[in-house]
């Protein structure tokens, strides 16, 4: 009997530490996976986007009008389907060198949206990722500085600049950009002024 009690307890033990062993392997292994936030409604006060997240858009949704939204590096936007990103008030993406912002789409549900800064709109584009997208960036009216992009397969445009309906003259600084397999690599328009754009590598 006591041979027995013995077995059985070492058997226990055994069994517990398996457990225990695979419980933390579970934790350990789920804690290095970022869950994804669902943006399905407009960003309508000051926001934040930190760093390592993933931000899934399935929605149309737009940064409403004296709203700041900040996208810092090392983030993932998802778009879930032909959605965009609009910008009525303010947007900074803020990606660095070794850590850029990725925009890209759920490869399953074909090209994603974009990125459109609409009239009016202020913020910059700084160190990101955008691919498989319909419009990659798109401005509408508005000065937004754009600097070390790498665009890829966006269906009809990579950048779309459009200046209507004011007299305005209109400087374009653009650097470090690449942008390769696009419909379109760069559209500029003014209908009402000068439009001189300056490329830098």
Known sequence: DNGISKNTAKRA?????????????????GAGQA??????????VDTTWTS?????????????DGVTLEIQNNVTVMFNGTYYLLVEGTMY?????????????????GYGGGIEYAD?????????DISHVLYAVNIKNATIPCSNLLIDDALNY???????????DVVLSLMDITITNSGTALYANNDNGTLDINLVR
């Open 158 to 168: 990579a950048l779309y600049f459009d200046f209507f309906n004011v007299q305005q």
């Open 120 to 128: 009016g709109s202020s913020g910059s584009i700084s160190y990101a």
């Open 52 to 64: 390592g997240g993933v931000y899934n858009i399935s929605a149309d949704v737009t940064v409403v």
């Open 35 to 44: 869950s994804a936030d669902e943006v399905t409604s407009d960003i309508t």
């Open 13 to 29: 033990a055994l069994y517990i530490g398996i457990l225990a062993f695979a419980l933390v392997l579970l934790l350990f292994l």
């Open 93 to 109: 993406v803020n990606g660095t060198a070794d850590q850029p912002v990725v925009f890209t789409n759920n490869a399953s549900l």
